[in-house]
Nanobody
Framework: QVQLVESGGGLVQAGSSLRLSCAAS????????MGWHRQAPGKQRELIAN???????SYTDDLEGRFAVSRDSATNTLYLQMNSLKLEDTAVYYC???????????????WGQGTQVTVSS
C-alpha cells in the first residue's frame, strides 16, 4: 500500500516562510511526477506545482518565484518551500504521486491526507 504523509503546515504571519514535506512509503524510482495541490475554503482543489522524475518543475504563474518544489530520492520525500506567504495562501495543501504498480507497470495516482497552512496578518 502506497502512503504519502504530509507535514510542516501551521499558522504563520504574512511574509513568513514554511517548508512542507511529503514522505512517500515507496522509493522514488517507482514515482513519476509528484505534485502539490491546495484547496482554499469554498474553492476547488488546484494544482500549484509539480516535479517530474527528471527534476523538471513547473508552477502556476503567480507562485513561481515564491514557491519552490523539490524531491529527495535519498529520503523519498517531496518538499515545497513557500516564501513571502500571503493571506491568500491559506489552504489545505496536498501532495500527490504517480506510482508505478509492481503488478502491471501502470501508474496510479496517490494522495496524502493534507496539511493545513494558515497565514495571518
Amino acid at each position: 500500500q502506497v502512503q504519502l504523509v504530509e507535514s510542516g503546515g501551521g499558522l504563520v504571519q504574512a511574509g513568513s516562510s514554511l517548508r512542507l514535506s511529503c514522505a512517500a512509503s515507496v522509493t522514488m524510482n517507482r514515482i513519476r511526477t509528484m505534485g502539490w495541490h491546495r484547496q482554499a475554503p469554498g474553492k476547488q482543489r488546484e494544482l500549484i506545482a509539480n516535479i517530474t522524475n527528471t527534476g523538471s518543475a513547473s508552477y502556476t504563474d503567480d507562485l513561481e518565484g515564491r514557491f519552490a518544489v523539490s524531491r529527495d530520492s535519498a529520503t523519498n520525500t517531496l518538499y515545497l518551500q513557500m516564501n513571502s506567504l500571503k493571506l491568500e495562501d491559506t489552504a489545505v495543501y496536498y501532495c500527490s504521486a504517480e506510482v508505478r504498480s509492481y503488478f502491471n507497470y501502470q501508474y496510479d495516482t496517490y494522495w496524502g491526507q493534507g496539511t493545513q497552512v494558515t497565514v495571518s496578518s
